[in-house]
T-cell receptor, first 113, second 116 residues
Framework: GENVEQHPSTLSVQEGDSAVIKCTYS??????FPWYKQELGKRPQLIID?????GEKKDQRIAVTLNKTAKHFSLHITETQPEDSAVYFC????????????FGKGTKLSVIP | DTGVSQNPRHKITKRGQNVTFRCDPI?????LYWYRQTLGQGPEFLTY????????KSRLLSDRFSAERPKGSFSTLEIQRTEQGDSAMYLC??????????????FGEGSRLTVL
């Protein structure tokens, strides 16, 4: 089955700096890669996603890049704000006879004011 | 509130007891998922329904676990003979069949199970 590795597990940045979280996946058939944000005690919520037919996608201060050859994708947050502090999960969807979204173990991002 | 609803939000039980969780998805969503999340981990897939059909089950789902979605609307997840290792947050999510690859999962607040 699919295996998703996520790094780093914790990340601290100063407010205004950028944050980068990286993930690798194992199934070359994977074709959909979402990122979820989970604030403390809250439900995971989708913040951005990318499909395999594009290499980059941006939405205001967040962007995701995908390298299908290397089987890795990254989340970039620019001009970080304290409200960006949360746990971020990458995920991968293979779609090859499976309906499951496989999640990474998460990155706890702390933005220091 | 038109989001995904789960209850109970918290359940404390003794080892060996049975527990049941209920999930009410967003009404127009035909896809329903159950995930389990333990502290410091990402959600782990348990099972998937499309309408009332259970199309996929994880190997994590032992024979003590059973899930149903009898009319293609709400779903229940039952754990029989609970063990301490079952302690976790059980998350339900729903999505609509957009005809595209993947699609956003809308999660509920979760049902936290503590097995003593």
């Amino acid at each position: 089955g699919e295996n998703v590795e996520q790094h780093p597990s914790t990340l601290s940045v100063q407010e205004g700096d950028s944050a980068v979280i990286k993930c690798t996946y194992s199934d070359s058939a994977s074709n959909y890669f979402p990122w979820y944000k989970q604030e403390l005690g809250k439900r995971p919520q989708l913040i951005i996603d990318i499909r395999s037919n594009v290499g980059e996608k941006k939405d205001q201060r967040i962007a995701v890049t995908l390298n299908k050859t290397a089987k890795h994708f990254s989340l970039h947050i620019t001009e970080t704000q304290p409200e960006d502090s949360a746990v971020y999960f990458c995920a991968s969807y293979s779609g090859a006879g499976s309906y499951q979204l496989t999640f990474g173990k998460g990155t706890k991002l702390s933005v220091i004011p | 509130d038109t989001g995904v609803s789960q209850n109970p939000r918290h359940k404390i039980t003794k080892r060996g007891q049975n527990v049941t969780f209920r999930c009410d998805p967003i009404s127009e969503h035909n896809r329903l998922y159950w995930y389990r999340q333990t502290l410091g981990q990402g959600p782990e897939f348990l099972t998937y329904f499309q309408n009332e059909a259970q199309l996929e089950k994880s190997r994590l789902l032992s024979d003590r676990f059973s899930a149903e979605r009898p009319k293609g609307s709400f779903s229940t997840l039952e754990i029989q003979r609970t063990e301490q290792g079952d302690s976790a947050m059980y998350l339900c999510a729903s999505s609509s069949q957009l005809g595209l690859v993947g699609g956003e999962l809308f999660f509920g607040e979760g049902s936290r199970l503590t097995v003593l």
